[in-house]
């Protein structure tokens, strides 16, 4: 009789395990997503974020701030998601940062072109004359 018992059991058993492990890992608290948020943070610094895209920069920072109170507080779910919205936004104002940059040297390129085209004497298609 036990042993019908625990033959029915058998099929069941790794599907049983599985998501105890997976359950399991869902509480362990999220090192690698505050490690990741807190590294597209820093990249986004260095891009001058917080110059160019600051309100993204401030979200992200926030949103990190808070996922790493929610880790301490050991709510390892709702700091997994914070942190992984803290990435999304750090990386958001890496992109507009470095947008903001590239337009800026573009309008520096385009101001120095038009500086030496007036700094050229008559048309600047003309053919200069041989001596």
Known sequence: ??????????????????????SAIARDKPDAQLALAKAALDEAQRSYAVQYAPVDYEQARAKLDAAQRAA???????????????????????????????????????????????GMPGDPDAVPPRP
């Open 72 to 118: 301490d507080k050991r709510d390892y779910d709702h700091a997994r998601r914070l942190a992984t919205e803290a990435e999304a936004d750090a990386k958001v104002a890496d992109v507009r940062a470095r947008a903001a940059v590239a337009e800026q040297s573009v309008s520096q390129v385009q101001m120095s072109v038009g500086t030496m085209q007036q």
């Open 1 to 22: 009789m036990i042993l019908k018992k625990i033959t029915r059991l058998v099929p069941v058993l790794p599907l049983a395990l599985l998501l105890l492990s997976a």
